[in-house]
C-alpha cells in the first residue's frame, strides 16, 4: 500500500497499490492496454485509472473506468512502453510495471506487382486488422513477377529482383511509403540482377536472398538499409543452392526456407553480416511458398512440390529445428503472396491447379488450424511482392 501523508486528525490517507499489467495491442495511432485491478485500494475505492505511454523522450497520458484503456494520439512506426496507475479520492496510486515495446501502425497489407502471364505493375492493398476486397494502391516502375517475399519497415516497402517485359534479371528495387498511395518511386539497384529470389525485413534492414542470375543459381545475400535510398549491399551467402523458395523474419532473424526439390530452412542474424546456418526442415519439400510472421514464429504456406500443394507448416523462430504442421489452405496453390501483422497472416493470389487465383485467406498465427476467406485481390496473379507496416519483423 502506498502511503500518501497525514492530516491532522488523520494519519491513514491511503492511495491504492498499483495494478498489474497486461498486454499493450497497438493500431493505428494508438494502443489499448490491458491490466488486473490491485487487491488493496487504499483507504477509499478507486474511482478511475490512468494510464501513459512515453517513446523516451514524449509522454501522452489518458483516462478510464476499468481494462482495457484504449491510448490515442501515438505516432505510427515510434516505438513506446506503457504503464497504467490507479485513483481513489487520495490521489494518484504508483505506476504499474511497464509493457513490452510496442510501435502503432496502419496494420496495411501490400501486394506489388506479379503475373497473370503478363507482368504487372499493379499494387493492392488491404487492412490486415479487418476482412474485405484489395484497393488499387497505385503501380510499381517496372511491371515484373518475383517470388513471393516481403521486405518493409513500419514506414516502407521495398521491392526489388524478379522478371521484367524487357530485364530477365531485374536489379532495380523500388520503394512506397505504405501509408500513402501512389505509384513507387527508384530506391536503387541489388548487387546482382536476379529472380526466384526471396526477401525479408526487421525494422531497419531488408535482406535479399540469392535466386537465378545469368550465370546460374546464385548464393548471394544481400541487405539495404530500407529508410534510406541507395544500392545493396553484401551480406555474406546461403548455405544452400536451391533458388524460388520463402523467406520471413522475426525482429533479430531472417529466415529462408524450401526450393525446388528442397525442404531445407536456413537463417540469418539481421543485425549483422555473414553466411546463412542450417536451421532445420520443413515438413514437405516445395519451392514459391508464401512466409507470414509473428515476432516468434513464421508459417510457410503453399508451394509446388510435384503438384499445388495446401500445406501450411511453422517454426518458432528463435529455435532451430524442424517444421511442425499447422493446417491447410482451402485451395492447393504456389506463387502464393503472403503478408502479415503480429497476430495474422495472409496469404494472396497464386496459380492454383487449373487457373490463378485472386483469393485472399488468413490464419491466427500463434494459433493452428486452417485458413478463412477474408476477400480478393484487385486481379488474379501470381508471383508478388508483398509487405506490410505491422509484420513479425517488426513487432
Given at each position: 500500500?502506498?502511503?500518501?501523508?497525514?492530516?491532522?486528525?488523520?494519519?491513514?490517507?491511503?492511495?491504492?497499490?498499483?495494478?498489474?499489467?497486461?498486454?499493450?495491442?497497438?493500431?493505428?495511432?494508438?494502443?489499448?492496454?490491458?491490466?488486473?485491478?490491485?487487491?488493496d485500494?487504499?483507504?477509499?475505492?478507486?474511482?478511475?485509472?490512468?494510464?501513459?505511454?512515453?517513446?523516451?523522450t514524449?509522454?501522452?497520458?489518458?483516462?478510464?473506468?476499468?481494462?482495457?484503456?484504449?491510448?490515442?494520439?501515438?505516432?505510427?512506426?515510434?516505438?513506446?512502453?506503457?504503464?497504467?496507475?490507479?485513483?481513489?479520492?487520495?490521489?494518484?496510486?504508483?505506476?504499474?510495471?511497464?509493457?513490452?515495446?510496442?510501435?502503432?501502425?496502419?496494420?496495411?497489407?501490400?501486394?506489388?506487382?506479379?503475373?497473370?502471364?503478363?507482368?504487372?505493375?499493379?499494387?493492392?492493398?488491404?487492412?490486415?486488422?479487418?476482412?474485405?476486397?484489395?484497393?488499387?494502391?497505385?503501380?510499381?516502375?517496372?511491371?515484373?513477377?518475383?517470388?513471393?517475399?516481403?521486405?518493409s519497415?513500419?514506414?516502407?516497402?521495398?521491392?526489388?529482383?524478379?522478371?521484367?517485359a524487357?530485364?530477365?534479371?531485374?536489379?532495380?528495387?523500388?520503394?512506397?511509403?505504405?501509408?500513402?498511395?501512389?505509384?513507387?518511386?527508384?530506391?536503387?539497384?541489388?548487387?546482382?540482377?536476379?529472380?526466384?529470389?526471396?526477401?525479408?525485413?526487421?525494422?531497419?534492414r531488408?535482406?535479399?536472398?540469392?535466386?537465378?542470375?545469368?550465370?546460374?543459381?546464385?548464393?548471394?545475400?544481400?541487405?539495404?538499409?530500407?529508410a534510406?535510398?541507395?544500392?545493396?549491399i553484401?551480406?555474406?551467402d546461403?548455405?544452400?543452392?536451391?533458388n524460388?523458395?520463402?523467406?520471413?523474419?522475426?525482429?533479430?532473424?531472417?529466415?529462408?526456407?524450401?526450393?525446388?526439390s528442397?525442404?531445407?530452412?536456413?537463417?540469418?542474424?539481421?543485425?549483422?553480416?555473414?553466411?546463412?546456418?542450417?536451421?532445420?526442415?520443413?515438413?514437405?519439400?516445395?519451392?514459391?511458398a508464401?512466409?507470414?510472421?509473428?515476432?516468434?514464429?513464421?508459417?510457410?504456406?503453399?508451394?509446388?512440390?510435384?503438384?499445388k500443394?495446401?500445406?501450411?507448416?511453422?517454426?518458432?523462430?528463435?529455435?532451430?529445428?524442424?517444421?511442425?504442421?499447422?493446417?491447410?489452405?482451402?485451395?492447393?496453390?504456389?506463387?502464393?503472396?503472403?503478408?502479415?501483422?503480429?497476430?495474422?497472416?495472409?496469404?494472396?493470389?497464386?496459380?492454383?491447379?487449373?487457373?490463378?487465383k485472386?483469393?485472399?485467406?488468413?490464419?491466427?498465427?500463434?494459433?493452428?488450424?486452417?485458413?478463412?476467406?477474408?476477400?480478393?485481390?484487385?486481379?488474379?496473379?501470381?508471383s508478388?511482392?508483398?509487405?506490410?507496416?505491422?509484420?513479425?519483423?517488426?513487432?
Amino acid at each position: 500500500m502506498a502511503y500518501k501523508g497525514g492530516l491532522i486528525g488523520n494519519d491513514n490517507l491511503y492511495v491504492p497499490d498499483a495494478p498489474t499489467i497486461g498486454d499493450a495491442t497497438a493500431g493505428n495511432t494508438q494502443v489499448s492496454v490491458t491490466f488486473t485491478a490491485p487487491s488493496d485500494v487504499g483507504n477509499d475505492d478507486i474511482t478511475a485509472y490512468g494510464v501513459s505511454a512515453t517513446d523516451g523522450t514524449n509522454v501522452i497520458g489518458a483516462t478510464g473506468s476499468s481494462s482495457p484503456i484504449t491510448l490515442t494520439g501515438l505516432t505510427n512506426g515510434t516505438s513506446y512502453t506503457a504503464q497504467v496507475w490507479a485513483i481513489n479520492d487520495y490521489g494518484n496510486g504508483p505506476l504499474s510495471a511497464a509493457t513490452a515495446s510496442f510501435s502503432p501502425a496502419l496494420h496495411r497489407g501490400i501486394f506489388a506487382a506479379g503475373t497473370t502471364g503478363t507482368r504487372l505493375n499493379t499494387i493492392d492493398y488491404v487492412s490486415i486488422t479487418t476482412t474485405g476486397n484489395a484497393i488499387d494502391f497505385g503501380d510499381t516502375t517496372l511491371a515484373r513477377q518475383v517470388s513471393p517475399s516481403l521486405m518493409s519497415s513500419s514506414t516502407r516497402q521495398v521491392i526489388g529482383a524478379g522478371i521484367s517485359a524487357s530485364v530477365t534479371y531485374a536489379v532495380t528495387l523500388d520503394y512506397i511509403t505504405i501509408a500513402n498511395t501512389g505509384n513507387a518511386t527508384d530506391f536503387g539497384d541489388l548487387s546482382v540482377g536476379r529472380y526466384n529470389a526471396n526477401a525479408c525485413s526487421n525494422a531497419t534492414r531488408g535482406i535479399t536472398f540469392h535466386g537465378d542470375q545469368q550465370s546460374g543459381s546464385d548464393v548471394t545475400i544481400d541487405y539495404i538499409t530500407i529508410a534510406s535510398v541507395g544500392n545493396a549491399i553484401d551480406f555474406g551467402d546461403m548455405n544452400t543452392s536451391p533458388n524460388a523458395g520463402g523467406a520471413a523474419s522475426s525482429p533479430t532473424r531472417g529466415v529462408r526456407f524450401g526450393g525446388s526439390s528442397s525442404d531445407e530452412i536456413s537463417y540469418v542474424t539481421i543485425a549483422s553480416t555473414g553466411n546463412a546456418t542450417d536451421f532445420g526442415n520443413m515438413t514437405v519439400a516445395r519451392y514459391h511458398a508464401a512466409g507470414v510472421s509473428s515476432n516468434t514464429r513464421i508459417c510457410m504456406g503453399g508451394g509446388e512440390n510435384g503438384g499445388k500443394s495446401n500445406v501450411i507448416d511453422y517454426v518458432t523462430t528463435a529455435s532451430t529445428g524442424n517444421a511442425l504442421d499447422f493446417g491447410d489452405l482451402g485451395i492447393n496453390r504456389q506463387g502464393t503472396g503472403g503478408t502479415s501483422n503480429s497476430t495474422r497472416g495472409l496469404f494472396a493470389g497464386g496459380e492454383g491447379t487449373s487457373n490463378l487465383k485472386n483469393n485472399i485467406t488468413y490464419i491466427t498465427i500463434a494459433s493452428t488450424g486452417n485458413d478463412t476467406d477474408f476477400g480478393d485481390l484487385t486481379v488474379a496473379r501470381t508471383s508478388m511482392s508483398c509487405g506490410s507496416d505491422a509484420h513479425g519483423g517488426l513487432s
